[in-house]
């Protein structure tokens, strides 16, 4: 059974740090573009940050410098450090894993602000709250 769990969200202060993890089961997280997209209540989707095998990370502009992401092969795990919160990155954070592309960024292409394919796999998403 093909599934992505995500963890470690939780309510911290502004300036703070956390770490998200999101596990995958039933495939390989390296022959995929992993990612994380967030949504705050009553606000789009707003691409946060990829990761491939193939050309490495990308990230949103509103968090560059702010979060990282990185992937353990071993563990079919990727996470995603946050540092530096701010109130606005309050969201429920959503991991996605994309087969083709399989790549985060070409010319005609960007995985953070693609549509969504059937071909997807989304995990259940983990809230982050930062408080002022």
């Known amino acids: 059974e093909v599934q992505l769990v995500e963890s470690g969200g939780g309510l911290v202060q502004a300036g703070g740090s956390l770490r998200l993890s999101c596990a995958a089961s039933g495939f390989t997280f390296d022959d995929y573009a992993v990612g994380w997209f967030r949504q705050a209540p009553g606000k789009g989707r707003e691409g946060v940050s990829c990761?491939?095998?193939?050309?490495?990370?990308t990230y949103g502009d509103s968090v560059k410098g702010r979060f990282t992401i990185s992937k353990d092969n071993a563990k079919n795990t990727v996470y995603l450090q946050m540092d530096s919160l701010k109130v606005e990155d309050t969201a429920v954070y959503y991991c996605?894993?994309?087969?083709?592309?399989?790549?985060?960024?070409?010319?005609?292409?960007?995985?953070?602000?693609?549509?969504?394919?059937?071909?997807?796999?989304w995990g259940q998403g983990t809230q982050v709250t930062v408080s002022s």
């Open positions: 990761i491939s095998s193939t050309d490495g990370s």
């Open positions: 996605l894993a994309r087969i083709d592309p399989s790549y985060c960024r070409g010319p005609r292409y960007t995985f953070l602000s693609a549509s969504f394919l059937p071909s997807d796999y």
